[in-house]
């Protein structure tokens, strides 16, 4: 009886193991096809297929909106970074060139847009009259479609932001990880 035990133990830990060499192998061969894509040089065709998508609902419910920034270079989130500190103006961003998913395009920012065409960043304007503020119906839509959205951050409010990051972190989008271009 203690030999059986023994015996069924030992088949138990090698279809274990097994299972775990191809989980393990399997999930290395997938991060490996993530690894080494060109840096991107504009959104990524899923965000922006889901960013129309947003615009267009937001349409649909009397809501226009603005997409201000999509992809953003190194350069360009560098000099963003650097208002406030050592340029003029208030601080907007937290997050130096290659730190924002907007430098591998995967992240956009909006605004409300008036009939008159002023843009404005009013989170608690209610300019369709359904009791509710603009801002947060098209936050509300943007997840929905997939978005993460700035405004549930727990420390900086980034009311504009709206992001896709397909489970990957910064530091592996620097590490030349990317996200695949077709929604499964």
Known sequence: MKHMKTAFSVIFLLVLGGFLFIWI??????REELKERPAPSGLHPIVEEKKNELIEKAADIGIDILITDDFRSINAQDNLHSQGRTEPGQIVTHAKGGESYHNYGLAIDFALRLANGDVVWDIKRDGNGNGKADWFEVADIAKELGFSWGGDWRHFK??????????????????GWRPEDVME
């Open 25 to 30: 192998h399997n999930e290395l061969e997938f």
């Open 158 to 175: 980034d009311y504009p932001h709206l992001e896709m990051n397909f489970g990957l972190s910064i530091d592996e989008l620097q590490k």
